[in-house]
């Protein structure tokens, strides 16, 4: 019977070694659209998330600690973004990859910096995340007034003399890049002949489209989500409308190409280089490939939001997140975008986006900024 208690005794204390260890677990979250019509970012946000949670675990983890991941669904709806925020806050968790729309990571991060949780979103790209002296907030992508200015550059240089007409969804993120793009334009001496706006879930944009058929647009710019810009694409093309559509980050998936067929060929859209083709990302790439993941759009910017924050921790000995957020932005750091610094607002410092265009099969490729 002794043995017997003694043999309880060790295995009582290994359950609680055991369940002790697994307590000392570093939970970080992911949060962006799980659901919902920009379902197809959150899933590159998810799989970025996860390929990295799961790399650095296998090194050895962050101060001696494995990485859980938990992730958020708030389907790109701003309320529903503020409670995931309040929820990832009370729960103690120190950092957050997200979110996705911009709508939803601006007032997030209010919440994220009074429960005091650091917040890089990989894919928000509007200028006002990091305006509002938030101690807390980062971005490893652009901002719209940069890519709002390529957009416009490349408009004024091949569309001199045509009619271009300007849309938006209304949308924090889809209002803003419009804006940015029409102010680039102006400033270049460049006038829209139609600016006008519709709402995010529309289906129906043959009033849209109609008015372009009136007034001859011969490129048509949409500030909005991919899901809207393909059927504004499709109904045009139903009407016999051959105008060229532009638009930006957000058409980075080929659920576009699902939505619009061959109608896709010729589509333009501003993203940075393409983060595949990077020299620093290639093994990582290959275990995305070798799970039959496509690592595009937002994938990697995800995953270099993670080792940034991780390095960062490393580097600070803590997981406080005023602490890390001070070594961030003092530092550089090494991910699969490369090296990546941080200025006092949380933008990085080295930013380039370039024109993409896609094709007929549905993929598409970086141009030239002449357009070819």
């Given at each position: ?16 070694l055991?369940?002790?260890a ?6 970080i ?21 996860e ?37 990832i ?41 990091t ?15 940069q ?13 001199k ?25 102006n ?20 009033s849209i ?22 059927l ?54 290959e ?15 995800t ?64 141009i030239n900024?002449?357009?070819?």
């Amino acid at each position: 019977m002794k043995s017997l208690k003694l043999i309880g005794l060790a295995l009582g204390a290994t359950f609680a070694l055991s369940a002790s260890a697994f307590a000392q677990d570093i939970t970080i979250a992911v949060a962006g659209p799980m659901t919902g019509s920009e379902s197809a970012f959150g899933r590159q946000m998810k799989n970025g998330a996860e390929q990295a949670v799961a790399d650095i675990n296998a090194g050895g983890g962050v101060l001696g600690k494995k990485l859980k991941l938990e992730a958020n669904d708030d389907a790109c709806d701003p309320k529903q973004a503020r409670s995931i925020a309040e929820k990832i806050g009370g729960a103690k968790i120190p950092f957050v990859a997200g979110h996705f729309c911009s709508s939803s990571s601006i007032p997030a991060s209010e919440a994220y910096a009074d429960s005091n949780v650091l917040q890089i979103t990989p894919a928000s790209t509007n200028p006002l995340f990091t305006e509002r002296k938030l101690w807390n907030v980062a971005r490893v992508c652009g901002r719209d007034d940069q890519q709002g200015l390529v957009a416009a550059d490349f408009i004024v240089k091949n569309y001199k003399g045509k009619n271009v007409a300007i849309l938006n969804d209304k949308t924090t993120y889809g209002k803003g890049l419009a804006d940015e793009t029409k102010k680039a334009l102006n400033k270049a001496g460049f006038q829209e002949k139609m600016f006008e706006s519709y709402n995010k879930g529309d289906k129906d944009f043959n009033s849209i489209v109609s008015r372009l058929k009136r007034d001859n647009i011969d490129l048509v710019y949409v500030g909005g989500y991919h899901q809207e810009a393909g059927l504004i694409l499709r109904q045009m093309r139903d009407q016999g409308l051959q105008t060229v559509l532009m638009a930006g980050d957000a058409m980075n998936d080929k659920e576009f190409a699902s939505i619009t067929g061959p109608a896709a060929e010729g589509t333009l859209f501003t993203f940075g280089p393409d983060p595949r083709n990077k020299p620093t990302a290639k093994a990582i790439v290959e275990k995305f490939k070798a799970k039959n993941i496509d690592p595009e759009g937002y994938t990697l910017y995800t995953y270099a939001a993670m080792q940034v924050w991780t390095q960062a921790v490393a580097k600070a000995g803590s997981t406080d997140a005023k602490k890390v957020m001070d070594t961030i932005k003092a530092g550089e750091w090494d991910t699969v975008l490369g090296k990546m610094a941080f200025d006092a607002k949380g933008d990085i410092k080295a930013i380039d986006y370039v024109v993409y265009k896609w094709d007929a099969k549905g993929n598409y490729t970086e141009i030239n900024p002449k357009g070819s």
